[in-house]
């Protein structure tokens, strides 16, 4: 007996069913996608500050700072590991001073220090250390800033929204849960006749929740698939809403959708995870539910 012999595709609990899924399925592929976008930022942000340094040249009294950016440069130059090295003009060093102190004719007349953007090897790194001892020793007024707080800061902050991300995948999978629940009850009570009938033909109630199971199956699979194409498209029109040369949101977004070969096919097979899980989910749960719901009748 196909499924729609017990109950229809189009009785209101299936509707309300299939509707509330594939709202479920939207949120569920949104908080996919930004678990990936953000792994993908802070390995990004992360492997690039891994290879790059500051070296930061104060000025002191009775030094002059020029003759210590060379010895700096100089040093920085003879160390192993050191791609390259490029001391900071003044501009620059007002230009990075202007978020906090604002674009002030006062910046000019202030002992700036001069700053040295250092390029490592990410292949053969720097003993940093040991590089840190020497240019505090050799020259007057340098520090070494290896960006190893703002990695630590970067991995804490996607530690804390990557928990957010499986938390609310999780809220949605009970939600979910509790909805089949829900509507298994509705549609055994909408359909207690029809289930009278079919025992008194003979009919167990395994063969019953099998029947319900699968229309269920069908439900949340149009759903799930319903659910991801929404989310899909909403990555999708936020990719198209930056402008070209952006590295903001929305380029992140189209290279989530439109990457490589090798990273695509692991980027949608992940969001495909997303109606296969609620399907498993509605039948094992719906299977589950009419049973226990047959027992207690």
Request: proline share 4%.
């Amino acid at each position: 007996m196909p499924p729609s012999a017990v109950i229809s595709a189009k009785a209101q609990p299936m509707r309300t069913l299939t509707l509330a899924m594939a709202v479920m399925c939207y949120l569920a592929t949104l908080a996919l996608g930004a678990l990936m976008l953000i792994e993908a930022a802070v390995s990004q942000w992360v492997s690039g500050m891994a290879s790059e340094a500051t070296v930061e040249v104060r000025q002191l009294s009775g030094s002059d700072l020029e003759a210590e950016t060379h010895k700096a440069l100089a040093i920085l130059a003879s160390t192993p590991g050191v791609s390259s090295a490029r001391a900071l003009g003044s501009e620059d060093v007002s230009a990075l001073l202007e978020p906090w102190l604002g674009a002030s004719p006062a910046l000019a007349e202030l002992p700036l220090p001069r700053l040295i953007s250092v390029s490592l090897d990410s292949k053969v790194p720097p003993d940093l250390a040991r590089l840190e001892k020497r240019l505090i020793a050799d020259v007057k007024g340098a520090s070494l800033d290896t960006h190893l707080l703002w990695q630590s800061q970067f991995t804490r902050a996607a530690s804390t929204l990557r928990s957010l991300s499986l938390a609310i995948l999780a809220l949605i999978a009970l939600s979910a849960t509790a909805l089949v629940i829900f509507a298994t009850r509705s549609v055994l009570d909408a359909n207690r006749g029809v289930i009278e009938v079919l025992h008194l033909v003979g009919a167990d109630d395994g063969f019953i929740a099998r029947a319900v199971k699968t229309r269920f199956l069908r439900s949340s699979f149009v759903a799930g698939l319903l659910g991801t194409l929404g989310g899909l498209l909403t990555f999708a029109a936020l990719g198209l809403v930056g402008e070209k040369g952006d590295s903001g949101l929305s380029a992140a977004t189209a290279d989530l959708l439109i990457a490589a070969p090798s990273v695509a096919v692991a980027t949608y097979a992940v969001f495909l995870i997303v109606p296969v899980a609620a399907t498993l989910l509605s039948m094992v749960t719906a299977h589950l539910a009419v049973l226990r719901q047959l027992q207690q009748s």
